[in-house]
């Protein structure tokens, strides 16, 4: 699908919800893509663009940056402690903050190099064992906590389990972004981002319905 036929979706989903187009971000989702299929969406004037690993970001994006100036790179994938350091080179937003070991690790980062990221908190909606992600009942307190490190939390992020209905659980992120005073709302994919935008998203994570399906490797 060409990518303005997602930027007018998503216009209309705004208009719908009675909100501002420009307050939403779509990032595309950059991951296991050939270079050349992002090169094509950057020769359309896209900047913003989503990776889930360091390696692969590191192993593209400089080179992208020599060619293309504003590149808004966001990092949605889980993150190793030992990777936060590059990460934080790399990505303009971390969108999977999600223990109390990564943000002291990003704090102290931060305070040696006088700079780090825009974070989201990833909150494990669904309370899937096996996604990452601070659970619903623990997420004040972390905000909380990560406020007090200095660490400049820009809202929460979720992913739905992929058997229940998305707008659910893009209800509850968003009541508690706004009991924590929290404005970013990281939510809603391909096939589901009109319902998140409906329910507050400011940032979009959309990836095969702008790239086709990812290539195998």
Not at 30 to 46: E, F, M, T, W
Not at 118 to 134: M, R, W, Y
């Amino acid at each position: 699908m060409p990518l303005s036929d997602i930027q007018d979706r998503i216009e209309k989903a705004a208009q719908t919800a009675n909100r501002d187009p420009a307050e939403i971000t779509l990032i595309a989702v950059s991951k296991v893509q050939p270079n050349a299929r992002v090169q094509a969406i950057l020769d359309q004037g896209h900047r913003v663009f989503g990776e889930n690993k360091v390696q692969e970001a590191a192993g593209k994006w400089p080179d992208f940056r020599q060619q293309y100036e504003h590149i808004d790179l966001h990092l949605i994938g889980p993150l190793q402690t030992n990777k936060a350091r590059q990460a934080m080179t790399l990505a303009q937003s971390i969108h999977s903050l999600d223990r109390p070991k990564l943000a002291t690790t990003i704090a102290r980062i931060a305070q040696e190099t006088g700079a780090c990221p825009d974070l989201f908190i990833q909150v494990n909606t669904g309370e899937e064992p096996q996604k990452a992600g601070v659970l619903p009942t623990d997420t004040d307190s972390f905000v909380a906590e990560a406020r007090a490190l200095d660490l400049p939390i820009k809202g929460l992020m979720c992913i739905p389990p992929v058997d229940e209905e998305p707008s659910l659980h893009f209800a509850l992120l968003a009541k508690i972004a706004e009991r924590n005073g929290l404005a970013g709302l990281s939510m809603g994919m391909s096939s589901d981002f009109e319902r998140a935008i409906a329910l507050g998203a400011t940032h979009i994570r959309v990836g095969s319905a702008i790239f086709g399906e990812r290539v195998p490797t």
